[in-house]
């Protein structure tokens, strides 16, 4: 199967579990998991298995799961996000639904006995949970403003589709892409400013225009997409995502992502877990074997990228009102804290969607949402919403850019408490500190980093750490995370702050590094 390891024994726990049996086979069996309950599952399947249709047991909330959906290019019906809240409103305080750094949503709360009624629910408005864990390929992100913004370049909506159609036979679920040696990250930009993190993707395609020297170009520019390969997040190592030198024209994007995961698929390391993901194979072989492979499953040669990518913008971050290129219609971006929703808010969200917009609700890898297509007329109307007023166009400088990842509230993984931190922390900030532009403050409960710290202005990522002579819950700190136009990752400064000593750190970086000043101060100097 693959170069690395072609034997049973350097084969990891997971390879063997998944060579047993492969994750999709249980597609068939929900209905027995649903009468069994998930105290008497085999715990591999409940574990395990599951997730390869999008149900995680949380070890934190035994018999509580949550439901990874899929949600390409990030855009839902209001009548879908009305299926998503009905769900979660038969669980009570326990039902709430998360936006994720991967512009999809998360469930939580779900009871395995729901499950047949939940998937038919979702069979019937054309929602899937397909492939979003282990080793498969998560959701695939694209342009959150895709065929509204007047600068775009191209409009990756269908694109993004066509890969999700490909990878999951339209939903249904695809064996042939359903044991990757790793979880594998897509994305595609269709504007200026990387509004999709392409550096930190497996593969990315960012826009570029071919000119001048080959033959077949020696007209007009033509369009295309620049490749990135190899850019991930894991506890042992970070990497941005480095040029393939490879170009592609839009209709061969479904193409070179099937040749790439089949690449990765077939010759991707498997023994080690913690060495698994796609760069480690670029490692292995070097850029040029890896390309030429990936040439050679393609069928023909990939031309070398185009000289410059049009990443020129600094990322937005689409929150507020914005004109869209089709005349008298708006985009509002609503800032929702943390990306925390709940059964009523949903359905709120649902109704403005309708009776303002398109019934569309798209989201954000910032974990916020836009509604879209809200005419001129209909403008000053939607703006008094109550809803507005917790899921702000115009929040704080601070609020407007956090992100957090899940943390301790669910995930077994965490080394910190993330989410309700974060928002306290941010509040008492805003209480004592005047700012001048955005700071993108990340949080993240372990080294995994869900919550992308690396991206940052300032990174928060939980680790344990000792104060006279206990251990408490604490932060490494990042800093130096570019988005947009360069971007590049940031780097950790300081390490072990115990998360009750932050609020004075914090407050010195931003007034140091980002121009804040101290309330105090402001007054002193208007007087
Ligand atoms: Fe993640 C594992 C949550 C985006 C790197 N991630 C997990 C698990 C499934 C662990 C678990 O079983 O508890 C977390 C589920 C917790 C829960 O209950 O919510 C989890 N990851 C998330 C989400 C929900 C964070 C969020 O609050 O938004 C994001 C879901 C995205 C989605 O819709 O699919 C999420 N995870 C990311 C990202 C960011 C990104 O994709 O831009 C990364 C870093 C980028 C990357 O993958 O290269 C990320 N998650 C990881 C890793 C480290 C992967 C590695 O190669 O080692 C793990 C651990 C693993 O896979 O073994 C992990
Ligand atoms: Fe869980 Fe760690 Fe990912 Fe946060 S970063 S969701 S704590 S795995």
């Known amino acids: 199967m693959t170069d690395t390891a072609t034997t049973t024994t350097s084969l990891n726990k997971f390879e063997k579990f998944k060579a047993q049996k492969d994750g999709l086979a249980i597609r068939g069996e929900i209905e027995k998991f649903a009468a069994l309950g998930w105290e008497a599952m085999d715990e591999i399947d409940r574990d395990h298995r599951l997730k390869w249709v999008g149900v995680f047991f949380r070890p934190v909330t035994p018999g509580k799961f949550m439901m990874r959906l899929r949600m390409p290019n990030g855009i839902l019906t209001s009548s879908q996000i009305r299926v998503l809240a009905q769900v979660v409103q038969r669980y009570g305080d326990d039902g709430c639904a998360d936006i994720t750094t991967r512009q999809n949503i998360q469930l939580r709360g779900i009871r395995i006995e729901d499950l047949p009624d939940i998937f038919n629910r979702f069979h019937a408005v054309g929602l899937t949970t397909i492939q979003s864990g282990m080793d498969n390929v998560r959701n695939i992100t694209g342009d959150p403003v895709a065929g509204l913004d007047a600068d775009e370049l191209y409009d990756t909506r ?241 609020t407007r850019s956090l992100v957090s990842c899940t943390g301790a509230q669910f995930c077994n993984f965490a080394l910190i408490e993330t989410k309700n931190r974060a928002l306290e922390m941010i509040k008492a900030l805003e209480e004592d500190l005047t700012f001048t532009k955005p700071v993108r403050i990340h949080w993240t409960g372990c080294p995994n980093s869900c919550g992308q710290p690396q991206v940052a202005d300032i990174g928060l990522m939980g680790t344990k750490t000792r104060k006279n002579g206990k251990t408490l819950e604490g932060v490494d700190i990042y800093m130096g995370g570019k988005v947009g136009k360069d971007a590049h990752l940031g780097t950790c400064i300081i390490k072990g702050i115990p998360c009750e000593d932050l609020q004075p750190i914090l407050q010195e970086l931003l007034i140091k590094n980002f121009g804040a000043k101290l309330k105090q101060e402001a007054l002193v100097i208007n007087s």
């Open 158 to 398: 269908e694109l993004v589709q066509q890969i999700q159609d490909m990878l999951t036979n339209k939903g249904e679920g695809n064996p042939e892409f359903s044991n990757l040696p790793r979880k594998f990250n897509i994305a595609i930009a269709g504007g200026r400013d990387n509004s999709v993190h392409a550096e930190i993707n497996d593969l990315a395609f960012v826009p570029a225009f071919q000119e001048g020297t080959e033959q077949e170009f020696s007209q007009a520019p033509i369009f295309g997409f620049n490749i990135l390969v190899g850019g991930f997040f894991s506890a042992k190592r970070c990497e941005a995502a480095i040029p393939l030198n490879a170009w592609v024209l839009p209709e061969d994007v479904v193409a070179v992502c099937r040749a790439v995961l089949e690449v990765f698929r077939d010759h991707g390391p498997r023994a080690n877990r913690q060495k698994s993901r796609l760069m480690w194979l670029i490692d292995e072989w070097g850029l040029e074997k890896f390309r030429a492979e990936v040439e050679s499953r393609l069928g023909k040669s990939l031309l070398p990228a185009a000289a410059k990518d049009e990443i020129d913008w600094e990322k937005r971050d689409h929150i507020g009102v914005y004109k869209q290129k089709q005349p008298g219609l708006n985009y509002a971006g609503l800032h929702i804290p943390v990306g925390r929703l709940y059964a009523e808010d949903m359905f709120e969200i649902a109704r403005l969607a309708e009776v303002y917009g398109s019934s569309e609700i798209r989201f954000t890898v910032e974990q916020n949402i836009v509604i879209p297509n809200i005419s001129d007329s209909r403008l000053a109307t939607f703006l008094t919403e109550p809803l507005l007023e917790r899921f702000s166009i115009d929040p704080g400088l601070l």
